[in-house]
């Protein structure tokens, strides 16, 4: 199955900015757009943010998505211990017609 | 708040039928699609595939000859056959419901619990 590129992990200090980025092509994010999804141990994703920079009801302003052409980016501000977790990127792609996701990337706040 | 709640075996046997069910409760059944996802041990997220509301399906070309995904509307629930199971299709299954905006998919917004499901001899 034709996925996303993320890279595998990120570690950032407390407090501090991630931005995690997410590579496509023109089948999917660039047609369809792009969500992200937050993963931490032992739970289901969590939907955080939809067609490419929007955030749906009751999550944090500290997340914000954007997207460029075939390039995705999850930026988190002030990081807290809560957002370790794994994060995923995932589009429709309309060649496949199906759900794509990348390889998710480990997030460590250190 | 939508909720989905999803049930099924866990420990199957190779070549036997994975079932699993989901129910939707808290919104209407219908204006969304309806996935299916797995998640191997210590992997990432594999679509399996969809429904609408009135049947009409895609699946992932790798699984496309396996599985099948039905609707019943009367029960708000949609559910997931995947046939001639192997140790390669241990994985935790997840429900997920599909937003669509403007005439494509927008997210996978809310999600089963998981059910994990282990096929061995």
């Known amino acids: 199955q034709a996925g996303l590129t993320q890279l595998p992990s990120v570690s950032k200090g407390l407090r501090q900015t991630a931005t995690l980025t997410c590579s496509g092509n023109n089948f999917n994010i660039d047609n369809q757009g792009v969500s992200w999804l937050q993963q931490r141990q032992g739970h289901p994703p969590k939907l955080l943010s939809y067609r490419n920079d929007n955030r749906p009801s009751g999550i944090s302003e500290r997340f914000s998505a954007s997207r460029s052409g075939n390039t995705a980016s999850l930026t988190i501000t002030g990081l807290q211990p809560e957002d370790e977790a794994d994060y995923y990127c995932?589009?429709?792609?309309?060649?496949?017609?199906?759900?794509?996701f990348g390889g998710g990337t480990k997030l460590t706040v250190v | 708040q939508v909720q989905l709640q999803q049930w099924g075996a866990g420990l199957l046997k190779p070549s036997e039928t994975l079932s699993l069910t989901c129910a939707v409760y808290?919104?209407?059944?219908?204006?969304?699609?309806w996935s299916w996802i797995r998640q191997p041990p210590g992997k990432g997220l594999e679509w399996i595939g969809e429904s609408n509301y009135s049947g009409t399906t895609n699946y992932s070309p790798s699984l496309n000859s396996r599985v099948t995904i039905s609707v019943d509307t009367s029960k708000n629930q949609f559910s997931l056959k995947l046939s001639s199971l192997t140790a390669a299709d241990t994985a935790v299954y997840y429900c997920?419901?599909?937003?669509?905006?403007?005439?494509?998919?927008?997210?996978?917004?809310?999600w089963g619990q998981g059910t994990p499901v282990t096929v061995s001899s």
């Open positions: 997920a419901r599909g937003l669509a905006s403007y005439g494509r998919r927008a997210g996978l917004d809310f």
């Open positions: 995932a589009t429709w792609d309309n060649s496949l017609r199906g759900w794509v």
């Open positions: 808290g919104d209407s059944f219908a204006g969304y699609y």
